[in-house]
């Protein structure tokens, strides 16, 4: 079955940076668009960042775009969402997900806290 597998997330101060990973298993992972999410409390979730199949073509969020920066590894089925200069308002669940249709499968989520 499709498994995601976020883990980097943690208490960071702002200006400073973090990098996610998204472990993918049960699906052909070179195949698919990859996204990562993000959630903040009392907030919708929102799309941060996707990157195409083959790593070639990304597109970022207005409020991360410049700071953040997505990249995959197809060889080891897993994505990654460095993320710099961090601000407060960056303090989210950051969920990493693929849509397979007709379905969107999401991991469980990694918290990032930005706070001095």
């Known amino acids: 079955q499709v498994q995601l597998v976020e883990s980097g997330g943690g208490l960071v101060q702002p200006g400073g940076s973090l990098r996610l990973s998204c472990a993918a298993s049960?699906?052909?992972?070179?195949?698919?668009?990859m996204s990562w999410y993000r959630q903040a409390p009392g907030k919708e979730r929102e799309l941060v960042a996707s990157?195409?199949?083959?790593?070639?073509?990304?597109y970022y969020g207005l409020s991360v775009k410049g700071r953040f920066t997505i990249s995959r590894d197809n060889t080891k089925n897993t994505m990654f969402l460095q993320m710099n200069s961090l601000k407060p308002e960056d303090t989210a669940v950051y969920y990493c997900?693929?849509?397979?249709?007709?379905?969107?499968?999401w991991g469980q989520g990694t918290q990032v806290t930005v706070s001095s």
């Open positions: 049960g699906f052909t992972f070179s195949s698919y668009v």
């Open positions: 990157i195409s199949i083959a790593g070639d073509s990304t």
């Open positions: 997900k693929v849509r397979i249709l007709p379905s969107d499968y």
